[in-house]
């Protein structure tokens, strides 16, 4: 079965603008969860849904960052006016929800020039 | 604050012999700790998990061990593998939280032929 899909797979953009990063989770999955790898770091969490609900959003860095997800699947993390230090690979997990393992994507690496 | 250290970013093993990756944490709140596996270019994918009302999970050549007034957790891989070569991390959740996973920074570990 398919597992945890996300794109695009590398990302390089301008300092200032604007990316859309996309997380296709497993079906059937309720819990989605963004996470961030900065080089030579840990996973950092960022933040978490919950159905189409985000009860916890306490990793965003910034105002910069936002995310979304519609019909309980697919989600899109937004970073306005990227920085450098926003360049990471970016990864997103899905699980069945409480107590269930997490299923992480290949992730997206983000460059910012 | 690093609430999840893995103090030895790396660690070189003989074939055959016993991998120990090491993990402390600080949080008492966190109760569930897994250990993923993640490969260059690929996301973490799960290895094994222990609750905190157990002291030892053994699945296969993969034992965690969970010392919790120690707040210290190790991951005993026998007999290791070259296909076992590939960055470990820990992580921690509290599980009657979000969910959200802590990491720490990752050992990686290299199986020596």
């Known amino acids: 079965g398919a597992g945890v899909s996300q794109s695009p797979s590398n990302k390089v953009t301008e300092k200032g603008k604007d990316v859309e990063l996309r997380c296709d989770p497993i079906?059937?999955?309720?819990?989605l969860y963004w996470y961030r790898q900065r080089l030579g770091q840990g996973l950092e969490f960022l933040i978490y849904?919950?159905?189409?609900?985000?009860?916890?959003k306490s990793g965003l860095p910034s105002d910069r960052f936002s995310a979304e997800r519609t019909g309980e699947s697919v989600s899109t993390l937004t970073i306005q006016r990227t920085q450098q230090e926003d360049s990471a690979v970016y990864l997103c997990?899905?699980?069945?929800?409480?107590?269930?393992?997490?299923?992480f994507g290949p992730g997206t690496r983000l460059t910012v020039l | 604050d690093q609430q999840v250290k893995q103090n030895s970013p790396s660690l070189s093993v003989q074939e055959g012999r016993i991998s120990i990756l090491n993990c402390d944490y600080t949080?008492?709140?966190?109760?569930?700790f897994l250990w993923y596996k993640k490969y260059p270019a690929e996301g973490p994918t799960f290895l094994i998990s222990?609750?905190?009302?157990?002291d030892k999970n053994e699945d296969g050549r993969f034992t965690v061990f969970l010392n919790k007034s120690a707040k210290h957790l190790s991951l005993h891989i026998v007999p290791s593998q070259p296909g076992d070569s590939a960055v470990y991390f820990c992580?921690?959740?509290?599980?009657?939280?979000?969910?959200?996973?802590?990491f720490g920074t990752g050992t990686r570990l290299t199986i020596i032929p």
């Open positions: 222990i609750s905190s009302i157990k």
């Open positions: 849904f919950q159905g189409n609900s985000a009860p916890d």
């Open positions: 997990a899905s699980s069945l929800g409480r107590g269930n393992e997490q299923f």
């Open positions: 992580a921690a959740s509290a599980i009657f939280g979000n969910e959200k996973l802590t």
């Open positions: 079906s059937g999955h309720t819990a």
């Open positions: 949080n008492s709140m966190f109760d569930y």
